[in-house]
């Protein structure tokens, strides 16, 4: 097949389009947003979202098979990087501090942070390792998937960044649910992963001395802002409780954009442009905003789900459900804190906060999984994740 | 038979969960669509309130505070409208030197090729001319507002130490917290760059300024050329509390003194700090228990923010003492309060309330009077409240002398009070000390050691307990009369050993303790004539404890009064249980105390046949209705009382008739005439005052330092022409001695004062 004929069937495929103005959108919207706070970030949002587009259409380029052939390679070396983040004694001008945490490498013209990479990294290392094997349909198999996935996950909790760092579990999730891993292996897991942040947070009520070993100060407070946030409304709930103020105050419509400003200014929302864009959306347009956002976002979900399901390549449909899945996680936990359903994580809203590492990565995403669904299977090809239960 | 189905319809596995996928997507997408829609539509409107209250911006409009008033309408306190001169906190540190040369510094064209140390003396090059002018403002604030260079050089360093003493705690804070956070220290920079508040504010250089300094600041900071440090100095309105009756001259006449103290022509004495227990002081700074009791704005449980115009912000001022701080909500004025929109546009604006003006009952020209007479610490003054060697102190107690009796010369404390029996008003009321002597220093281990001993800041007429001696035994036999236990002419005997055989030393007459002879059986009148102990013992005994502590508390002793001063003490008034207790009481010792202004309100409800009501130090607002209720006194209980009072004052054998300052020439205590006195002078036995003081090893051990008795006498006073006592005037010597000698000098000058100023 050649490459313009491996063009000629990205263009074609309408999910693929869906999927890409989705994400043209929620760029757009987000840059508008980050430009009623801030127009000098956005400037440079806009000028990120030019360097995406061209990075995304490098990521066009490739065929599948060298993606995969390099998959672990790019684990590999955004493990490098993401263990030079922690090498101590690296100076400041490489790896500064900023908000406590080592995330970034200065290259002095850009800021690069490598758990973007690694969420890239690990969902094609993940599809390629899955791809043909069946081990993980017993329970012990799935243990070497989730030792590779600790790896990324150990690292970026040094940093520290909690918020980045939960993305992973539940990826590979969703990447094992596609791939036929039994169901009641994967609700298992996951009530046991329940029942484990239900013993952590009883221990902040009820053993406060055993939640000082499990967690540090400002993350018990974040629980307790979210279980009494009128009692901590000065205090820890402060973020949260600000947020909550404006999403309500966009009620339906929301605010024009100088009124906007000049609320979410009055009100210090800490990091805005971040962490809680989400707010500053749907004060902004109001709650018609907010739902146009995650519909935007279950485009996404349904493009790249028709863009797996037409696939026949193993690699490709994994590859494709786990960027779906990475994405939409990050979007539903970045939301949640914004409307007050889970304690403040430090999470961007994919496509649409401020950050060029996060801005380009994501549409690199988009464009591997549309590059990904142009390839047809090797003929003959054997059918994958087809099991009978 | 279910997965059978689905299989059918989904043949594929990889499909079947896709499907399950994009199904959770979707289930988790109308969560977050149903919470989004509660926040803006449920809860949408009250949050849209709360949100964009911060939009209004609001300023608050000053407002005065009321002033106080005397019966004859006299301004006591009002609020003066001043000034206070306001400097930046980079000005007072000089770092506003540093910011505007190195600002100048940039702008030199060799500043972008030039290394560290250059750009370093560039900005040092710049800044001798800010600096200079920096100088000249410390000159030319001191020349204007005519405060020394000096005082203004400690303000600044005062006001720069107590800012640094809020960054250090406040950056160990954030030390501590980034150390909880990131299990690591932080960088300099991380710490430094955040600010206290302070050091973003201007702060009061100097205090108290008048329209010429503002005009003049103002002047230059209009002419000053940019950048200058004129921008970065401020006026702002505030009010100063002035007393203009603070400091009063008074001449007194000084022939109508007791012989050792008499002198030709009168005396005249400067008196500081009239009325000052009475009308009180303010305090610069609101106490942070008022502030949380009655903030300016608040959080409701709504989340929504709430102003109390009238509550408290930080900086307010508030009363500390006296009717300032008793009728602080009267007083105090609603602040008004404007508001602007986000657009500029005016919101709505509340107008300023001032505070409302108090009337006190004392005349502050008679409170002057009594003040000048009671000056223990003025030299030249009377010296009536000077230990003086007739005032015949107690040198033993029980057969052993006294440790720490008082010195002659030495300064005493007491109190006096003058109340109008019809009104229950109260004319004058002065508590002594009321200021350290001149040669106490303000802040010296001395001033301390004085303030302990002397205790100038209390107001002994409404906030000291005493024994109350025998000035409590009219009370007792107007008492026992009317319960029928004593008959009208009934005598009681006065005999050593007559009450408990077993304990004849305790219960004796005061005349054979120190003659070794007693009294003839006595009758009431003349048991009080004579102030016999014996007689009052057996009329304690007669009323029961029961008895007595009824009676007393019917006379308001151990009460809170409402009298409208918050300083007062109920006291623990008569507690006495037993037989011997109830003796004891019956001479008011024993387990029995009041305050001065618990026995004006006694002798005033005596005064009037037995209908108490409370004595006031506030004539208007009236708080509340005033309560007159009956004791219940038998007429010619009360009779023989008052009678046995007129005796006391009147006849020579009275207890509060004469002075023995010469053995054999007994010259009368009270010397003023065309009035009816009704006397009863009391020595009480009073407990050691022992206060917490530093030993030699500077450690606080608490010491002994007076012994003796506490003096008294109370006295009716009627006018030529009315039926019953018009004046109650009583006084309080700690330590004094016997009260006619000593507390009876003081109530015949307050008499003769009260002449003066046209109540008799």
């Known amino acids: ?389 | 038979m279910k997965r059978r189905r689905l299989g059918l319809l989904i043949p594929r596995m990889f499909h079947r969960r896709l499907v399950l996928l994009v199904l959770l997507a979707c289930a988790t997408t109308v969560v977050l669509a149903l919470q989004t829609t509660n926040l803006t539509l449920a809860q949408g409107a009250a949050l849209r309130r709360r949100a964009e209250s911060l939009l209004v911006k609001s300023r608050t409009i000053a407002t005065y505070r009321g002033s106080i008033l005397d019966r004859r309408h006299r301004v006591l306190a009002f609020d003066r409208p001043s000034y206070d001169v306001r400097v930046d906190f980079d000005l007072l540190t000089g770092q506003w030197a540093y910011r505007q040369a190195y600002a100048q510094a940039r702008r030199d064209p060799h500043w972008k090729e030039a290394d560290a140390r250059r750009r370093m003396a560039l900005t040092a090059s710049c800044q001798q001319g800010y600096d200079l002018q920096i100088r000249q403002l410390w000159q030319t604030l001191s020349q204007l507002t005519a405060t020394s260079p000096q005082h203004i050089e400690q303000r600044r360093t005062a006001i720069i130490q107590r800012v640094h003493s809020y960054m250090l705690s406040y950056w160990r804070r954030v030390l501590a917290q980034w150390r909880r956070t990131f299990d690591r220290p932080p960088q300099l920079r991380d710490v430094a760059k955040r600010q206290v508040q302070e050091q973003q504010m201007a702060h009061v250089l100097i205090e108290d300024v008048d329209d010429r300094v503002r005009f003049a600041i103002e002047r230059m900071k209009r002419s000053a050329d940019q950048p200058s440090v004129w921008n970065d100095v401020l006026i702002t309105f505030e009010t100063e509390r002035d007393q203009p009756w603070r400091t009063v001259a008074v001449e007194l006449d000084a022939s109508t003194l007791p012989s050792p103290l008499k002198r030709e022509g009168s005396l005249s004495i400067t008196v500081h700090e009239v009325g000052t227990h009475v009308v009180g002081k303010m305090r610069r700074k609101v106490l942070p228990d008022q502030l949380a009791a009655n903030p300016y704005a608040k959080y409701l449980a709504s989340g929504e923010r709430a102003y109390d115009l009238k509550g408290y912000q930080e900086g307010d001022s508030a009363g500390l003492a006296g009717i300032e701080r008793s009728m602080e909500w009267w007083l105090r004025g609603t602040r008004g309060r404007t508001t602007t929109r986000w657009n500029g546009q005016p919101g709505p604006r509340t107008d300023p309330v001032p505070g409302q003006d108090v009337v006190a009952t004392i005349d502050i020209a008679l409170q002057a009077r009594v003040q000048a007479i009671m000056d223990p610490v003025v030299h030249g003054g009377t010296g009536l409240m000077r230990a003086q060697p007739w005032h015949k102190r107690p040198q033993n107690r029980r057969g052993k002398p006294l440790a720490h009796p008082v010195r002659d010369g030495e300064p005493l404390c007491g109190a006096a009070i003058v109340v109008e029996v019809e009104s229950g008003q109260v004319l004058a009321a002065v508590s002594a000390p009321w200021q350290r002597p001149e040669h106490v220093s303000d802040s010296t281990a001395e001033a301390r050691r004085w303030d302990l001993i002397n205790d100038p800041w209390r107001n002994r007429v409404v906030a000291k307990p005493y024994p109350p001696g025998s000035t409590v035994k009219p009370l007792l036999l107007a008492a026992v009369y009317s319960e029928g236990r004593l008959a009208g002419q009934e005598t009681l005997p006065c005999a050593p050993g007559y009450l408990y055989e077993h304990d004849p030393d305790r219960f004796q007459c005061w005349r054979y303790k120190h003659y070794g002879i007693h009294h003839e059986p006595l009758d009431g009148p003349h048991a009080i004539m004579r102030s016999c102990n014996m007689f009052f013992y057996q009329v304690g005994q007669r009323l029961g404890w029961r008895g007595v502590r009824r009676w007393l508390s019917g006379f308001g002793v151990g009460h809170s009064l409402p009298c409208g001063l918050l300083e007062q003490i109920a006291t623990s008034g008569a507690t006495g249980i037993g037989k011997k207790q109830a003796a004891l009481m019956g001479i008011g010792q024993g387990p029995v105390d009041w305050t001065l202004l618990q026995a004006a309100t006694a002798y005033a409800t005596l005064a009037r046949g037995g209908m108490a009501m409370p004595v006031t130090f506030i004539d208007r607002p009236v708080r509340g209705a005033s309560t007159v209720h009956d004791l219940g006194l038998d007429v010619q209980g009360v009779a023989q009382a008052m009678q046995g009072l007129h005796l006391a004052a009147n006849h020579p054998q009275g207890t509060a008739h004469h002075l023995n300052i010469v053995v054999g020439q007994p010259e009368p205590i009270f010397n003023i005439e065309g009035v009816q006195l009704y006397a009863k002078s009391g020595t009480a036995d009073a407990p050691d005052l022992r206060v917490l003081l530093p030993d030699e090893q500077g450690q606080m051990v608490r010491q002994t330092v007076r012994q003796g008795d506490h003096g008294w006498m109370i006295c009716l006073v009627r006018r030529e022409g009315s039926p019953r006592p018009d004046y109650v005037v009583a006084a309080v010597v700690e330590f004094g001695g016997s009260g006619g000698h000593v507390a009876g000098p003081i109530v015949n000058q307050i008499l003769h004062a009260m002449r003066d100023e046209g109540y008799m």
């Open chain 1, 1 to 389: 097949m050649t490459r313009s004929t491996r063009f000629k069937a990205m263009i074609r495929n309408p999910a693929a389009w869906y999927a890409l103005m989705a994400a043209v959108g929620l760029t757009v919207i987000g840059i508008e947003a980050i430009n009623t706070i801030d127009p000098y970030h956005a400037l440079r949002q806009s000028l990120w979202f030019a360097v995406a587009l061209v990075v995304g259409t490098l990521c066009l380029m490739p065929r599948p098979r060298v993606i995969g052939n390099l998959s672990h390679g790019l684990l590999g070396a955004t493990l490098f990087l993401l263990l030079l983040l922690l090498i101590p004694g690296v100076p400041q001008t490489i790896v500064p501090t900023v908000n406590g945490a080592r995330s970034w490498i200065d290259l002095q013209v850009l800021r690069l942070q490598p758990s973007e990479l690694a969420k890239i990294a690990f969902v094609l290392s993940m599809a390629w390792y899955l791809r043909f094997r069946q081990s993980y349909r017993r329970l012990w198999g799935l243990l070497v998937p989730f030792a590779i996935c600790m790896m990324p996950v150990g690292l970026i909790l040094k940093q520290p960044d909690l918020g980045t760092a939960m993305l992973f579990g539940p990826t590979l999730l969703v990447i094992l649910v596609a791939a036929g891993a039994r169901l009641h292996h994967i609700m298992s897991l996951l009530g046991l992963a329940i029942v484990t942040v239900l013993l952590v947070v009883g221990t902040i009520y009820f053993a406060p001395k055993v939640a000082d070993v499990l967690l540090k100060e400002h993350q018990q407070d974040r629980f307790k802002a979210l279980f009494n946030p009128e009692r901590y409304k000065n205090s820890k709930a402060f973020q949260p409780n600000k947020c909550r103020e404006l999403i309500g105050a966009g009620r339906v419509r929301g605010y024009g954009s100088e009124y906007a400003a000049k609320l979410i200014r009055s009100h210090r929302l800490p990091e805005p442009h971040h962490d809680m864009i989400f707010a500053v959306i749907v004060n902004r347009w109001g709650l018609v905003g907010g739902l146009v956002v995650m519909g935007l976002y279950l485009v996404i979900v349904v493009s790249f789900a028709s863009i797996a399901g037409s696939s026949k390549d193993p690699f490709a449909r994994l590859v494709v459900v786990g960027f779906a899945g990475m994405l939409f996680i990050q979007a539903t936990i970045h939301m949640a804190v914004n409307i007050g359903l889970l304690p403040v994580t430090g999470i961007t809203l994919p496509f649409v906060s401020y950050g060029g590492s996060s801005l380009v990565s994501t549409l690199a995403m988009v464009a591997l999984a549309i590059n990904l669904a142009s390839e047809p299977p090797p003929v003959p090809s054997r059918p994958s994740f087809e099991f009978s239960t």
